[in-house]
């Protein structure tokens, strides 16, 4: 993760006055919620676990988190100015989290290169969002961690196995569906995702069968031409428009996919071209609330 210049130099500021930062609102940080369990002031720049905290009936532990830019429609329980908005997920502001005084900080994947930071700010530095490898069993870890720390293990527990029961049946149903394929659109380009990626979750968790060999390059997927995806000919195609989540201008995913190669292919001639919810797949990846929602989408396309 790159540091922005910003960043570093609120982080300079906080490791010169680190005390008194770290005292700012220092009583209420020991205190405890209205059951008296658990941390009382959580600051967050994890979407996904700023999910869990809603999901889990926690969400006035939180006093601040990452809002800045595109807020997905997920988390509009935290719309309000009630919760401080402590920058974006790549640029959190040290600042105003420090000035917050939180008990516990829950950090996102983008910025995991930050925990010392954070460290100089709140004793309990945790990441919130679950791997892109073993999605469901990461995300179930991640889950069961921060329900640890408020006492409400038997509340995720339930809706943990209502989670197991939808990776059951949407894995029985895709035995029998055929070849899937992801596709990120953004800028005007695609790029495609197969087994072993970020969003590994739909092949080796779900159970759809590669449409091919697909080798992804990083995080944004690899680079395939109109004709490589007409000679895949997936009998599914999965579809995340990257600037519609992150609020970009750029030409619609489904303006872009509306040419000949592509719509000579299964997917396409049969209506098995899904588009999925970008917020919830490339901005917040998991939570207990989403993750199901993400199940759910996939297991709709096969059912």
């Not at 210049?5 to 500021?13: C, D, F, L, R």
């Not at 809706?159 to 005007?188: F, H, N």
């Not at 979750?201 to 080798?215: H, K, P, Y």
Request: net charge negative.
């Amino acid at each position: 993760m790159n540091r922005f210049p910003t960043i570093v130099a609120a982080a300079a500021a906080l490791a010169l006055t680190g005390g008194a930062l770290t005292a700012c609102g220092s009583s209420d940080a020991q205190s405890t919620g209205t059951d008296g369990e658990g941390p009382a002031r959580v600051v967050l720049t994890s979407h996904a676990a700023a999910d869990t905290l809603d999901e889990l009936d926690l969400e006035d532990r939180v006093v601040g988190l990452t809002k800045t830019g595109v807020f997905p429609d997920a988390l509009d329980t935290y719309a309000s100015d009630e919760y401080t908005d402590v920058g974006s997920l790549k640029e959190p502001k040290m600042d105003v989290i420090a000035e917050l005084g939180p008990d516990l900080i829950l950090f996102g994947a983008r910025t995991e290169a930050m925990e010392p930071e954070f460290a100089k700010i709140s004793d309990q530095v945790i990441a919130g969002d679950p791997d892109t490898s073993d999605t469901v069993a990461s995300n179930r870890a991640k889950v069961e961690e921060i329900a640890a720390l408020f006492g409400a293990e038997d509340k995720a527990a339930e809706q943990l196995a209502e989670i197991d029961e939808r990776v059951a049946e949407t894995r029985a149903k895709a035995e029998d569906a055929g070849t899937a394929l992801v596709l990120m659109t953004s800028g005007g380009k695609v790029t495609a995702y197969g087994p072993g990626t970020r969003f590994d979750i739909i092949f080796n968790e779900l159970g759809m069968e590669s449409a091919g060999d697909v080798a992804a390059e990083g995080r944004h997927g690899a680079p395939l031409s109109w004709e490589q995806i007409a000679e895949l000919n997936p009998d599914h195609v999965f579809v995340i428009d990257r600037d519609a989540a992150i609020g970009a201008e750029g030409e619609a995913a489904t303006a872009l996919l509306d040419n000949p190669l592509f719509n000579r292919t299964s997917a396409a001639t049969n209506g098995n071209v899904h588009m999925l919810d970008g917020q919830n797949w490339y901005l917040i990846g998991g939570g207990l609330g989403v993750l199901d929602a993400m199940i759910g989408e996939i297991d709709s396309a096969v059912s």
